[in-house]
């Protein structure tokens, strides 16, 4: 079943980032480093069944998590407006992670905030698609690393290409095996890369299969192209990639 496949690489990866977790941490890299793979995994655990089920042949790579977004519910580009409206998830309780930083609480389906990246993807996907499960059947969305990596007094979100070194290689490498894996137990004939980092990761990890790279705008507030026009030339860029 693809469903258990999915659910036990995930929880390999899981287990593994847990190490890797510890060594960034010891190695001076940041300052502390949530895994929602694991105390999120209720929330992840679902939506990969849901996944499951659609057996999309499109994945949609994104970088690693958002203090608003997958750090709080375990899924890639969480909102909590579309977790619960869009994908239908609701009433599933989190954990708190090892090692809590003070100014990234972690509250799960009860987040207040909006992350604006994934109110904007989801939001895109569900106009486009419908509900969930058709939207299951066309992209699943995954982010290549699940580590959300927090630096300092404020505990400021360092993305995975903000840092050097062997212990981030090696976990890099990890994960793009387990890109690999979700390729091959979902049968994937295409990978969108959400912004530069995630579709170079995308291209090196599946460098011998038969796999089409491509590759769309980040829809973080952040990007001056996802703001473009009210946002208008972010939702042509990621559309004109969609599959049908």
């Keep these: 079943m693809i469903d258990h496949r999915l659910i036990e690489a995930a929880v390999r ?17 940041v300052d502390c480093v949530y895994n929602p793979l694991r105390y999120a995994w209720d929330i992840h655990e679902t939506y990969l069944r849901m996944a499951a089920i659609g057996a999309a042949e ?3 790579l994104g970088m690693n998590p958002g203090p608003h977004g997958m750090g709080q519910m375990g899924i890639p580009f969480a909102a909590t407006s579309m ?4 994908l239908g998830i609701s009433s599933v309780p989190v954990d708190q992670p090892r090692r809590l930083h003070p100014k990234r609480p972690v509250e799960g389906l009860e987040w207040k905030r909006e992350e604006v990246s994934g ?13 969930s499960s058709r939207i299951l059947s066309k992209v699943f969305l995954l982010n290549h690393c699940p580590l959300m990596l927090l630096q300092g007094e404020r505990g400021t979100n360092v993305t995975p290409d ?6 981030m290689r090696d976990l890099l490498l990890r994960c793009d095996e387990h890109l690999r894996e979700v ?16 579709t170079k990761r995308a291209k090196a990890a599946l460098l011998s299969e038969d796999i089409d ?5 980040h829809p973080s507030p952040a990007s001056p192209l996802a703001n473009r026009n009210g946002g208008a030339d972010w939702r042509d860029n990621v559309g004109a990639v969609l599959p049908d």
């Design 162 to 167: 903000k840092i050097s070194g062997d212990t």
């Design 58 to 60: 499109t994945i949609l």
């Design 83 to 86: 977790v619960r409206d869009v």
């Design 213 to 217: 790279i491509d590759s769309c705008w």
């Design 119 to 131: 109110t904007r993807l989801w939001g895109l996907l569900a106009e486009k698609y419908g509900d």
């Design 13 to 29: 990866l899981r287990d593994d980032c847990d190490a890797y977790a510890d060594r960034i941490v010891e190695d001076g890299l």
């Design 183 to 198: 390729v091959g137990i979902l049968g994937v004939k295409r990978v969108i890369g959400v912004g530069a980092f995630a």
